[in-house]
């Protein structure tokens, strides 16, 4: 079965600051991989998507995220932050030829202060 | 992407009484998935529902505790029933999109049982 392990529960950053969120997997074949974020009192939207090809993958809001398979990781970077970035970014793994079965992460909070 | 509307958006219920949590697509879907976000965890999928067929639950999910309807292809429900303090939580409600491989979710149901 897979899994996925973020090791930072909290992160906070200043505006204009780069960031980088933690994502660690486990599957024995390449997965495929996302990143969602879930804003205070919102639902869950997906920021990007690694299926296969380039593992460098860009998403929206100027987020991308680099897997790599050697590391089993999959971690999210942003080159500067935004005040409105504040929330809950939670990775996920699913099975190949089934993006049902899909096993989400314990989630980073985080907190951009001025 | 499919747009999700989910009912209602937050609830207060009383210990032993029953909530019915509606999710509504604006577009035909076959699989829809039903997921719990207890305080401070992650998402753990509760069901999949398919039209026409019962719904499959996951390890520690059962439909008396959770029964689901999936009446047509845009329209799902799932109760939550003889409610405890322990079933406080989010409920979020999602879609599959087959032909990207990726989920979408709605904005869930905020559960607080006294």
């Known amino acids: 079965a897979q899994s996925v392990t973020q090791p930072d529960i909290h992160i906070t950053v200043s505006e204009g600051a780069s960031l980088e969120l933690r994502c660690n997997y486990s599957?024995?074949?390449?997965?495929?991989l996302f990143w969602y974020v879930q804003s205070p009192g919102q639902g869950l939207q997906l920021l990007l998507k690694y299926f296969s090809g380039d593992t460098l993958v860009q998403g929206i809001k100027g987020f991308e995220a680099e897997f790599k398979r050697s590391q089993s990781s999959f971690n999210l970077r942003k080159p500067s932050v935004h005040w409105s970035d504040a929330a809950e970014y939670f990775c996920?793994?699913?099975?190949?030829?089934?993006?049902?079965?899909?096993?989400f992460g314990t989630g980073t909070k985080l907190q951009v202060i001025p | 992407s499919a747009v999700i509307s989910q009912k209602p958006s937050r609830d207060i219920c009383q210990r032993g009484t029953s909530l019915t949590i509606q999710c509504q697509v604006d577009?035909?879907?076959?699989?829809m998935f039903w997921y719990r976000q207890q305080p401070g965890q992650s998402l753990t999928l509760i069901a999949t529902a398919n039209q026409g067929s019962e719904a499959t639950y996951e390890s520690g999910f059962v439909i008396d505790k959770f029964p689901i309807s999936r009446p047509n292809l845009t329209f799902s429900t799932l109760t939550v029933s003889n409610m405890s303090p322990e079933d406080s939580s989010i409920y979020l409600c999602?879609?599959?999109?087959?032909?990207?491989?990726?989920?979408?979710f709605g904005a869930g149901t905020r559960l607080s049982v006294l």
């Open positions: 577009s035909q879907v076959t699989m």
């Open positions: 999602s879609v599959g999109d087959g032909a990207k491989n990726i989920q979408y």
């Open positions: 996920a793994v699913g099975v190949r030829g089934g993006y049902q079965k899909v096993t």
């Open positions: 599957y024995g074949a390449t997965p495929y």
